[in-house]
């Protein structure tokens, strides 16, 4: 008898420590990372856009211009395994913010002001780690480009050349809430935007 209850104990002690490495590999903690933010590639930020249309009262060409906002496209990734128990509602991250710190790399860059972008994006659980989310985001606003490099552009640059004013580092930092899992996430990425007075074809905005 006492060798049948050791042998059920011995059992029990051994399911138990399965049991809990099992668990183990469940409860991993929750990852929100950046997988991309433009593709990798650098963000080319034209400061105004210009315009030329033929004026016929004074029958001239006037040439007018406008600030753009850049966007860029974020690729995001969510790992959460929970308890490794089934739910009916599956867990997802919601974003409510992006703050976007510019860091001027040129001897004479200022301190440039921080942006903060509402947001309203949600991000997939996915326990496997391969499904990602994309979506697109203002880089850098109009008025950031018209407060900081509006006396640097009076005109449009000839045809194939360009002026880079500033390489800015910008760092983002996504945060949000699981509702499911009852828990903050937040993460960041950076990336790196070309400041400068590009290109533009004087016949449309926007090109």
Do not use: H
Request: proline residues 5%; hydrophobic residues 40%.
């Amino acid at each position: 008898m006492r060798r049948s209850l050791l042998g059920l104990l011995t059992v029990a002690a051994i399911g138990g420590l399965l049991l809990t490495a099992g668990c183990e590999v469940f409860q991993q903690d929750p990852t929100l990372r950046v997988v991309s933010i433009n593709g990798g590639k650098s963000l080319r930020a034209d400061i105004a856009d210009f315009y030329s249309y033929f004026d016929p009262i004074d029958s001239e060409y006037i040439l007018i211009y406008q600030y753009m906002p850049d966007t860029v496209e974020v690729v995001l990734q969510y790992i959460e395994i929970g308890a490794g128990l089934p739910t009916w509602t599956p867990y997802v991250a919601t974003l409510t913010e992006a703050k976007i710190k510019y860091s001027g790399t040129s001897e004479d860059a200022p301190a440039y002001t921080s942006a903060t972008v509402p947001l309203r994006q949600t991000v997939k659980a996915d326990a496997t780690g391969k499904m990602t989310t994309t979506f697109n985001m203002t880089a850098m606003s109009a008025t950031f480009k018209q407060t900081w490099f509006e006396g640097e552009v009076q005109e449009p640059p000839p045809n194939g050349e360009y002026n880079i004013f500033d390489l800015i580092k910008a760092t983002v930092t996504f945060s949000g809430y699981d509702s499911v899992a009852d828990r903050a996430v937040k993460t960041a990425g950076d990336f790196q935007i070309e400041v400068g007075n590009f290109y533009d074809d004087l016949n449309r905005f926007g090109q």
